[in-house]
């Protein structure tokens, strides 16, 4: 049994303006929460090419990083982003493999971001992630709302 | 000197159902936004507003584990409101006093009912 996540977000910003800040490589560290207190996020690599593979180490402070790894396989900027997605968790030594596809659609001035993640072998990781996404999407938009107020 | 801006801060965080909802579940251990969500009903960025709330009154600390965010009671231990709420009642019960004693001057008086 696989398990699916789904999240939708509207963003009170164009598509291109959604699509560029969610793979910028500078944005990639504040999104995956460096800014949090007790947490570190490093990005190594980021290539958003479709062959291309982004990488991000991340975790709490002290304590040995997981590895989020990207490789995109549809990159069509500003409509889609199609990519392998595994996150390897330093404490268990389990590897979270899975497909993610990312939509932007124009709607009502804005962008409605609709997030596809398929392929969780456990319930509670698919959990996990859904709570990890949203607050990932959280901070996209705070960084949409301060680029945009700038 | 009163000191309001942390005193508004906690009503304010108080003055909502799902807030004092999360404050009672807290009471009873750590807890992830999404094991906050789930009795509630309420979508995960909509408990993270409320959890930002609470945080900001210092009534809730959050930290970041994995892909989520363990939240537990934090430091602040509303002191200060139940200080601010006892005070004023002293001072509403003087007033009441007083009144009592202005109408039982009243009714000693000759010709007083």
Redesign the interface.
Known sequence: MAYEMRIE?QFDAPPEMVFDTFVDETAQGVLH?AE????HAEVIQTDVRVGGTSIVRM??EGREP?TETRVYSVVDRPHRLELRYS?A?AESGLTIDTELTITFEERDGGTLLTMVETGFEREEDR??????W??YL?TLGQLLKARHDT | MVQYQPLDRTFSALADPTRRDILRRLSTGPASISELARPTGISLPGVMKHVRILEEARLVTTQKRGRTRECRLGPGDMGDVTRWIEASRQRWERRLDRLEAIIEQEQDRPGGR
């Open positions: 977000r929460g949090q207190k007790g947490w975790g709490p997981d996150m968790l959990d996990g992630f859904t709570e990890g949203t607050e959280e």
